[in-house]
């Protein structure tokens, strides 16, 4: 391997204790990567000078793309020429981060030969990450990726490459198959995601229970939380086998229900299912004895994000219930007119959940006709500055009359 | 570039799940019926048909060679007919047919250097960002300060014996691109010391109107700078969110002397009893000790302990607070409640204390 020979003190003493070690992981790409090599040279001085040496992202990409890759340029380049350019790749990840042996070790091989070797398993929307090539090498990086089947993911301000759950693939409390759902939208929001055209990130995920296990009421513009309308399925005989095998059920399950619905005799569970809660918190104490009904579907949060610009949000209902079957129409037209929408009146780096602060839920819901429900706010308004849009005048009452006899 | 666009396919999209899915997950698809934890890092589940599927957890760093992924497929096609998956927090998974294979991946995945665990009432791996390693936004590492903490809390990634679930998470700068902000215990790396101005580069770096227009305090004023247009900070009205130097690479944040790291409670996203919370300031301010950062590692690890000490079974961070209350949280945390802790931005007000249910 060409190039220096750093000595790493301060990041050597990352390689000790027992939890695994990025440290090593450089030091194992850089035995035959200079970009690796020379990672770890600036990286040391990070750590001595207390401060980062990247610049800001410049404009690069393939063609015909506009996200997908993240420029990334060093501060030092003089002094650590292997990382001068250290652009990042997101490669779109199957749903559910499920692999075979064989289409990792081909990412694997293509990265061995164009890049530092380095990866994030995974970035933090779901992407594969490769960490550091150069522009030089990004079309043959595309061309080589594409051949094994993968695609570029998303960046910038466009959909973000939406991501899921395991589901119904390996959880039994999936109201719905997510790893459908999420591979049906990334494929039909292909242009979307691949040319940034909105006023900012528009970030899916698909959770299949309110376990929400992809933090999706954090971290997605548009958060997917599977959940079911009738009864929670009890299995009588194995609820008194938790009983008899030590669990503490009132302590542990009934005084934990938020519903305050359940009830323990010391030989029945009794569930008031109509003042559930769906919280999932009893199912998950007892696997084996309760579980989500058979009516399964979704409910649609909007809006989450990180402090960046005007401070964080968490989802708020949008649709609370909707059942999960293809083609998904009605949800996807409700998409296209919140985007054309946000499009239109959104400012830049405005995320639809700052915009919908902005304009307001009522308004928003107004424009993209969906009628308001009791079930997208946590208590109606205290302020009574409401606006009306409209008065009544003299006369105004007499005509109404008259409209609702004829 | 000479790029023959003829050939060239483009938006077909990830790969279609299935070819990834063993065959025992796409004759059981859907018909899971429980799973149960049979020890650390390892849960069965049951279908329908009978069918048992093992699943091994491992912890794994997030930054990772292709040396490791091909440990990693060695590995799966080893045990598991050439499978594996992933976490939403960066864990590897493998999935098993045969329950003789547990105990021989787990001793190789310790060969590894990679512990199992991170199920049920355990800490699981922390979700985290880029730091020094590759962003420029970054007022911390991101990998050194999650390594020395994972370090310091292996134990509850390998064991159970934690009252409830509990999920650390960091993010280097606000943009918290890992959107730590539900988090039990969240790390996040903090600017202290307002822009500087770049006169000389501002002009042909950035656009004036959209630097001004950035400023969500308005703190950002155009002015005239040697006969050339650029922009001033009023300082005071500066809260270091960065969102300017997003916009206006003439406005660099970072600074050795007052970056650092804040600490963050009580936040979840699960639905599970209590409904998603934001994680609430803690600890306003620690200086960036590379490369161990002790202090942030104490801290942590002082949280977690105490909540492990003092919290009902199931009980999350931010719900055993919330029943003791944040007064009684300070006391028993000792941690001086400061001026920074009560929040000065929009809807402050609504974060006030507005009854006289107080505890002792
Ligand atoms: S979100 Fe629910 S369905 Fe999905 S993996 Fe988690 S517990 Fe299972
Ligand atoms: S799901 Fe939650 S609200 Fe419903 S019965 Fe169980 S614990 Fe109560
Ligand atoms: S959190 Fe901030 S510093 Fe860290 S990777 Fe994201 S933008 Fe960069
Ligand atoms: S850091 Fe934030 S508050 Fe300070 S000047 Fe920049 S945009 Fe305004």
Not at chain 1, 109 to 131: Q, Y
Not at chain 1, 294 to 314: F, N, T, W
Not at chain 1, 332 to 344: P, Q, S
Not at chain 2, 309 to 327: D, K
Request: with cysteine.
């Amino acid at each position: 391997m060409a190039g220096a020979t750093y000595k790493t003190p301060k990041l050597d003493e990352l390689e000790k204790g027992p939890w695994p070690s990025f440290v090593k992981e450089i030091k194992m790409a850089a035995r035959r990567s200079p970009m690796a090599n020379d990672l770890l040279g600036q990286l040391e001085k990070s750590y001595t000078e207390k401060i980062g040496y990247w610049k800001h992202g410049g404009i690069v990409g393939v063609m015909g793309y506009g996200g997908g890759v993240i420029g990334r340029y060093s501060q030092l380049p003089e002094e650590f020429p292997g990382v001068s350019h250290f652009h990042t790749i997101r490669v779109n990840q199957p749903a559910g981060w499920f692999y075979t042996s064989k289409a990792l070790r081909g990412i694997c091989d293509m990265w061995e030969k164009r890049g530092s070797g380095l990866t994030n398993m995974h970035g933090s929307t779901g992407d594969i990450v490769l960490l550091g090539t150069v522009t030089d090498q990004l079309e043959p990086i595309f061309a080589e990726l594409t051949a094994t089947g993968f695609d570029l993911g998303g960046s910038g301000s466009d959909v973000r490459t939406p991501s899921c759950c395991c589901g119904k693939a390996r959880c039994e409390w999936a109201c719905y198959d997510t790893m459908a759902v999420c591979y049906d939208f990334t494929m039909s929001f292909q242009d979307e995601l691949h040319r940034p055209a909105f006023p900012y990130k528009y970030k899916f995920k698909f959770a299949g229970c309110p376990n929400d296990c992809v933090a999706s009421v954090a971290r997605s513009d548009m958060s997917f939380i599977g959940t079911w309308r009738d009864d929670i399925k009890v299995n009588a005989e194995e609820v008194k086998k938790y009983v008899d095998g030590g669990l503490d059920i009132i302590n542990n399950v009934v005084l934990n229900c938020p519903g305050k619905c359940m009830k323990w005799d010391g030989k029945k569970l009794e569930i008031d299912n109509d003042s559930c809660r769906h919280c999932m918190h009893c199912i998950n104490v007892m696997p084996k004895a309760l579980a989500p009904g058979d009516d399964r579907g979704a409910c649609i949060l909007i809006g989450s994000k990180a402090p960046i610009v005007e401070g964080a949000l968490l989802s708020s209902v949008l649709i609370p219930f909707i059942k999960m079957e293809p083609p998904y129409t009605e949800i996807k037209e409700i998409i296209e007119r919140i985007w054309d929408l946000w499009c239109e009146e959104g400012k830049a780096r405005e995320r639809v959940g700052e915009f919908i602060q902005r304009v307001g839920m009522g308004n928003f819901l107004e424009a993209i006709e969906v009628e308001p429900l009791a079930e997208m706010v946590a208590h109606p308004r205290e302020n009574p500055y409401v606006f009306y849009e409209d008065y009544f005048e003299e006369g105004d009452e007499d005509e109404d009359e008259e409209e609702e006899e004829g | 570039m000479a790029v023959d666009m003829s050939e060239r396919k483009t938006d077909f999209g990830p790969p279609h799940y299935e070819q990834f899915l063993p065959p025992i997950i796409k004759e059981n698809y859907g018909k899971w019926k429980y799973h149960e934890v049979l020890k650390p890092g390892v849960m069965v589940h049951v279908s329908a048909s009978g069918a048992r599927l093992y699943t091994v957890r491992a912890g794994s760093p997030r930054l990772i060679s292709i040396d490791k992924i091909r440990n990693y497929c060695d590995l799966a096609d080893k045990y598991c007919g050439g499978y594996l998956r992933f976490t939403s927090r960066h864990n590897v998974e493998f999935l098993l047919t045969d329950q003789k294979n547990i105990d021989p991946l787990i001793a190789d995945l310790k060969a590894l250097g990679h512990p199992v665990g991170g199920i049920g009432n355990a800490i699981s791996s922390i979700v985290h960002t880029q730091g020094w390693v590759h962003c420029h936004s970054a007022a911390t590492d991101a990998s050194g300060i999650v390594k020395s903490v994972m370090d310091e809390l292996c134990e509850y990634f390998t064991s159970t014996k934690l009252p409830g679930k509990l999920r650390i998470a960091l993010a280097c700068c606000l943009n918290m691109c890992g959107a730590v902000h539900c988090s039990d215990i969240a790390i996040l790396g903090i600017h202290r010391r307002p822009p500087q101005v770049k006169h000389d580069r501002l002009r042909k770096e950035c656009e004036i109107p959209s630097v001004v227009a950035a400023c969500p305090t308005a703190a950002i004023r155009p002015i005239m700078v040697d006969g050339n247009p650029s922009v001033e900070i009023l300082e005071e009205n500066c809260m270091f969110c960065a969102n300017c130097y997003t916009v206006c690479p003439s406005l660099p944040l970072n600074d050795p002397l007052n970056d650092g790291v804040s600490i963050w409670v009580g936040g979840k996203v699960s639905n599970a009893r209590h409904e998603p919370m934001f994680s609430k300031l803690a600890i306003p301010f620690i200086p960036n000790n590379p490369p161990r950062w002790p202090e942030v590692v104490s801290a942590v690890k002082g949280l977690v302990e105490l909540w492990a000490a003092n919290a009902r079974p199931y009980e999350r961070m931010g719900e055993w607070i919330e029943r003791i209350t944040w007064p009684k949280f300070f006391r028993m945390a000792g941690i001086e409640f400061q001026k920074e802790h009560i929040d000065d931005f929009k809807h402050a007000g609504l974060t006030y204390k507005r009854s006289a249910q107080l505890t002792r």
